[in-house]
């Protein structure tokens, strides 16, 4: 297909920045089994805040697309601790990437936004015309902030330069290389530690923050993988993009369905003192969904993927740490 060799060439060299994150590793899998050479660096490497640096690296390796997955990303407790670092972390990491590789002459660019970014009460499901509609959830207002200003100058540079540089907006993603921190983790990975512990240690309830009625998304981080690659070959327009399964379902369900993986026979007890948070986040992916992408791995296949890699981590880990109960799971996913 002509139209789509322009944009990303067969055998392009991509640099994924970020490539040790959740989301670049699964984007370094996806574009190595499509074929394509990918260039990375460590943060020890080449520290992306450092504009200077990054331009040379740019202009020194000339890359032919970037894909942009480097980010300070973090949960509420962080993000209300720190968000001085989440906005200027972020924003130096946007200005010296997306700036150092038009400067460069990088023809092609994939921006990673996020679901978070969208107003607090946006109508649902989430339409990519949201953005800027209304006011943010004030708990990660500094991160979004810097997130729209990524997408705002993405769209600049194609507005003034006609730079190919487009943005993607992930929902809640999970996967391989999730992170099992009770005290940092998102809802998925914390159920998955907390159901697994509870059932090795025949703990007769695990009692979760809230009611359990919120709604949430989740994408499985090798589809949006697949999301990206599709993107970078096929799309080139102004609007980002959302990246969702096009599903919700409650945090009950989701605790019942990743205690049913896990095997765990206990009760699954509700704190209702606990504060719920948005009543529903889901993407609308019709956009998407035109362009031809489907979700391929279904909730419970990857949650019992998931499900192994903690199993082994757990295993691997002499110290065991105990998990923190001031820090249990609730469904403020980012
Ligand atoms: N995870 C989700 O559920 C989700 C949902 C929607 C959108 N997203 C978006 O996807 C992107 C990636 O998220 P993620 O979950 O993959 O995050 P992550 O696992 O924390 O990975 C972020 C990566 O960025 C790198 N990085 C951070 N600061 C850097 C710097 N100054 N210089 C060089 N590298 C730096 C990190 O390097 P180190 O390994 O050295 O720390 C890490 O490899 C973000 O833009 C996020 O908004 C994520």
Redesign the pocket.
Known sequence: MPFMTELLPDGARVFV????????SAVVRRLTAEGHPVLVR??AE????DAAATAAWLRQTRPDAVVL?????GGIMANSTYPVQFLE?NLR?QLSVVAGAHAAGVPRLLF?G??CIYPKFAPQPIREDALLTGPLEPTNEAYALA?IAGIVQVQSYRRQYGAAYVSAM????YGPGDNFDLATS?VLPALIRRFDEAERSGAPEVTLWGSGTPRREFLHVDDLAAACTLLLRSYDADEPVNVGCGEDLTIRELAETVSGVVGYRGRIGWDTAKPDGTPRKLLDVSRLFALGWRPRIALRDGVAQVHRQWRAQAAGDAAGSAPDPGAEPTAAA?
């Open positions: 920045a970020g490539h040790r994150g959740l989301v670049g460590t943060r080449l520290d992306l805040r997955a480097a980010a300070r990303v972390d990491i990673l996020s679901s997130k992930p929902t809640n993603l998102h980012h």
